[in-house]
């Protein structure tokens, strides 16, 4: 990565690229080799506190699978045919030697499979710390966060020990500060996305995305910034396509090739649920107070509305969906989920039934990470396109 003046937007499209297609976690290790004391801690989707992680002085590593870049064998091995793709290649990165660098894995309470692999995880590496992270899911404001609190304690405490660095409350609070920093350059990406998707395409946002689960969140925002001035510096040409919004792709992500070919069959994501644990978060928490008590309370009363997340109100979603769209200013939904995923594919019936009870076009499909074959998406996108331009999708 050329450093000095202007980067161009292919250079820092260049470098994210390279990050996300290194399943070695080369830039991972080259962080941990600056220093003995240096440790790394992954995390599978969709949420983790970030924050604490980095209040203990370690590099939080997003582990989303191998995509379709690796061969599956030994991580067939450990599964049934009918469920997703990602623990299959996340055991088969950690049986290749490729996570061998991380300290300890936390395991969020995403579905089943998650929860499922979090106890191969502890039988299959015992050196390394593992944590089955429980969020909670009651809709209680007071409950919830003083359950999320004592967790959240747990996990300090942890880490603090792995790390041999106990972090205070300055430490947490200055690490909340860079992830609302964080959250805030990520809804500028977001924001600029919607309003000139021509200028940041879903490819290019989605790379940049990638990168910043494996670097430390204070060089992930001097690229954001780099990259948002070369977005103005180098436009791009406005095209007659289509503005979606994508559901359901929040766990395992849909090939990189797939991103490119719904854009190029017409049409423009302007909002999405790609890797939303980077957002999960819709507001800055607050920095005043306990630091353990406003993250856990942030959660309670800000987490984002997504298949995951306890909804106690029976048409809180089918409502979630139009106001979706209504404020990404969009023409239709695609529902794009893993195959077999739970809770993506749980939901998809209610979200459809609220994106047609309010008159919105959709469309829906299924993928794996390692889908290669892209026609029949191709098809499917340019189709919807074409009808939401010609008919409003009727
Ligand atoms: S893709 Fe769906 S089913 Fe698979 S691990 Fe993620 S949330 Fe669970």
Redesign the pocket.
């Known amino acids: 990565m050329p450093r000095g003046g202007s980067l161009s937007r292919a250079s820092i499209i260049d470098w994210a690229r390279e990050l996300y297609e290194d399943l070695d976690f080369t830039g991972v290790r080259a962080w941990l080799q600056e220093s003995p004391d240096r440790k790394a801690v992954g995390y599978l989707?969709?949420y983790v506190p970030r924050e604490l992680i980095h209040a203990c002085g370690m590099l939080p590593v997003g582990i989303h699978g191998a995509g379709d870049q690796m061969e599956i064998i030994k991580g067939d091995a450990f599964y049934q045919s009918y469920?997703?793709h990602?623990?299959r290649s996340v055991v088969e990165l950690g049986q290749s030697g490729k996570l061998d660098m991380l300290s300890g894995v936390l395991f969020p309470s995403?579905?089943?499979?998650?929860r499922n692999l979090s106890g191969m995880w502890k039988m299959l590496y015992p050196d390394q710390y593992v944590r089955y992270i429980d969020v909670p899911q009651v809709s209680d404001v007071e409950i919830g966060s003083e359950f999320w609190a004592g967790e959240l304690r747990r996990l300090v405490k942890d880490l603090g020990e792995l790390s041999g660095t106990a972090p205070d409350d300055d430490d947490l609070r200055a690490s909340i500060g860079i992830y609302n920093e964080v959250r805030t350059a990520v809804r500028e990406l977001y924001r600029v996305r919607n309003e000139r998707p021509w200028d940041i395409p879903t490819e290019e946002l989605y790379l940049l995305m990638r990168a910043g689960e494996v670097i430390p969140p204070e060089q992930f925002l001097t690229r954001v910034r780099e990259y948002l001035q070369a977005v103005e510096a180098e436009p791009n040409r406005v095209r007659d396509n289509s503005r979606v919004v994508m559901i359901g792709s929040?766990?395992?992500q849909p090939p990189l090739g797939l991103i490119k070919t719904i854009e190029r069959a017409g049409c423009y994501v302007v909002d999405d649920d790609l890797m939303i644990g980077n957002r999960f978060l819709a507001s800055d928490v607050s920095l005043e107070g306990d630091p353990v008590d406003q993250l856990a309370r942030a959660f309670v009363t800000d987490a984002v509305s997504t298949s995951?997340v306890y909804e106690p109100d029976p048409n809180g979603k089918k409502e979630h969906v139009k106001a979706q769209v209504e404020a990404a200013s969009a023409d239709g939904v695609i529902f794009a989920a893993?195959s077999?995923?739970?809770?993506?594919l749980l939901d998809r019936p209610m979200l459809r039934d609220g994106a047609e009870q309010h008159g919105i076009p959709c469309i829906a499909f299924k993928y794996s990470e390692n889908s290669g074959q892209f026609q029949q998406f191709r098809e499917q996108a340019g189709t919807f396109s074409d009808s939401i331009k010609l008919w409003g999708g009727e």
């Open positions: 989707p969709v469920i997703c990602l623990p995403t579905c089943d499979v998650i929040f766990c395992e995951v893993a077999f995923c739970d809770p993506a």
